[in-house]
């Protein structure tokens, strides 16, 4: 979530795979990808099986065969870089709106991680161009659909392959849109002539549903923390209690780490605030509202979620994906690895508890902006009842987007459709989890902002009582982002994109962690 540029400069490649930062650095923020001297050897070394089975009499799929429902049609000698031109043509068939940059850029870095493992059998060659394409920032123009999550990510993935031969449209380092040959021999890229094998490994991967989760986990790392920050300060501005979230109700009781994690973090940003404290005795209300009271319980199982979910993550990033795969004993054989259904199920579980957060964070949100449940706040949060409105229709917002997620956490994995005349009898729909979870954060991180902006408005409200040290420091963050406190009504959506940006950006995350000591 946060757009800071990493300090390092360049990510290698050697044969052992790359990390999940590794993706964010390369994806999102431009950094340098070089092969290693290891990994070359290694590629060159198993293209030389490729090349021995290729001038041999058995056929062997994707070297001297047809593709998928055709693979029983044996292609000669002098007809097989035109099949692999024909692959990659057909298959770049994608429609609708152009994939975002850093999710094209995030599939060109998996895949080229692949193919520098030694395990596809192409040339060097082939790598290289994918790596001198990131370098050179030229990215290939890939549509929203034409991928099942089976077989690979297959029209995204053709896409960029048609790009490394020197056709199609990509985006240039300045972003306009250009013909691939006239940008790559400005660059001084040589287009690829592609051998056997090479187009279909080119093709045959989860990259992209797996460059879309890599992004998201980071994204949401970062919106969990807000999720405790925005959290704290609704329980601050309705006079809840933090006693609820004290250790030893948490973890001896109900021993969930990521529940443990929130009710810490809770707890710590609410400490020595001054309105917490005002109604710490004598208050008559026995118990806070679910919303309040149980938030850790939430957004830990959604940082628990995140955990297991970077365990596949993990798992699918060290993972070489290609159909028919190299052995290291020199064999090539076919396999089902390229089924996205592990990353899929990862991908729909994740966007459960987003939906849940949000719902309960739009709750608050309510609660602040109702007179009858606010403990004292004006309705709406307004500066003059029946003049102004306030927050009504931010909280309208909200909803809607709260709406939304609760449909985007319908999963896509179940919804498989056969295809390729029933050889691909079924399919992951990983690329279609990708895609709705890539908007449940982006809306997550707008529910929040709505939430911020209540709770610190309503904390200014309890003036002459003061927030906490913590609460203090994201209130202060908002306001030189640009935010409003209290007063007659302003345009609205203006305040609410500069609190989303405070959250993309990490300045009103790490005014709080400065002040927790990180």
């Not at 290698?12 to 990390?19: D, I, Q």
């Not at 599939?107 to 040339?123: E, I």
């Amino acid at each position: 979530m946060t757009h800071t540029k990493p300090r390092r400069q360049t990510v290698t490649l050697g044969p052992s795979g790359a990390t999940l930062t590794d993706v964010v650095d390369v994806a999102r923020h431009g950094v340098t990808v070089t092969l290693s001297q290891e990994a070359l050897d290694a590629v060159a070394a198993v293209r030389r099986h490729v090349e021995d089975l290729a001038a041999g009499d058995v056929p062997t799929y994707g070297i001297s065969t047809g593709f998928g429902a055709l693979a029983d049609k044996h292609i000669p000698v002098e007809s097989r870089a035109q099949l692999q031109k024909s692959l990659i043509r057909s298959h770049a068939a994608g429609m609708g709106p152009q994939v975002e940059k850093e999710v094209v850029r995030a599939l060109m870095f998996l895949r080229a991680t692949t193919l520098a493992s030694g395990r596809t059998g192409v040339r060097p060659e082939v790598v290289q161009t994918m790596v001198d394409l990131l370098n050179a920032d030229i990215i290939p123009v890939v549509h929203e659909y034409g991928s099942l999550g089976c077989s690979g990510d297959l029209a995204p993935l053709s896409h960029i392959a048609l790009a490394l031969m020197g056709e199609g449209p990509v985006i240039g380092p300045e972003g306009d849109q250009r013909e691939a040959s006239e940008l790559m021999a400005e660059a001084g890229i040589t287009p690829l002539e592609l051998r056997e094998k090479e187009g279909l490994a080119l093709i045959n991967g989860t990259e992209g549903m797996l460059g879309m989760l890599a992004l998201a986990l980071h994204d949401l790392d970062a919106l969990a923390d807000v999720l405790d920050l925005t959290a704290a300060m609704s329980v601050e501005a309705l006079l809840g209690t933090d006693r609820v979230f004290v250790p030893e109700l948490h973890e001896p009781l109900r021993p969930h780490p990521g529940q443990a994690r929130s009710a810490d973090r809770m707890l710590r940003i609410l400490a020595d605030s001054p309105i917490v404290a005002s109604h710490r005795e004598g208050d008559s209300r026995i118990q806070d509202a679910y919303s309040l009271r149980c938030a850790p319980q939430v957004a830990g199982g959604l940082r628990d979620t995140l955990a297991y979910v970077r365990q596949v993550a993990e798992r699918e990033v060290a993972a070489t994906i290609d159909n028919p795969v190299v052995l290291e004993d020199g064999r090539v054989s076919s396999n089902g690895n390229f089924h996205g259904a592990p990353v899929a199920y990862a991908l729909d579980f994740l966007a459960i508890p987003v939906a849940d957060a949000a719902s309960m964070a739009e709750r608050r949100t309510d609660r602040m902006l109702d007179p009858a449940r606010s403990a004292g706040l004006p309705a709406f949060l307004v500066d003059d009842p029946g003049v102004d409105s306030g927050m009504m229709i931010a909280q309208y917002t909200q909803a809607g987007l709260v709406s939304d997620m609760k449909r985007l956490a319908v999963p896509a994995s179940v919804d498989s459709i056969p295809s390729s005349a029933m050889q691909e009898d079924h399919v992951s729909m990983g690329w279609h989890a990708a895609r709705k979870l890539r908007t449940a954060v982006e809306n997550f991180r707008r529910v929040l902002a709505v939430e911020l902006v209540a709770a610190a408005r309503a904390i200014e409200l309890r003036a002459p009582l003061r927030p906490g040290p913590a609460t203090g420091a994201a209130l202060a963050a908002l306001r030189e982002a640009g935010v409003p406190g209290p007063g007659p009504d302003q345009f609205m959506a203006p305040q609410l994109a500069d609190a989303e940006q405070a959250l993309r950006d990490g300045s009103v995350l790490a005014a709080v962690e400065q002040v927790l000591g990180g």
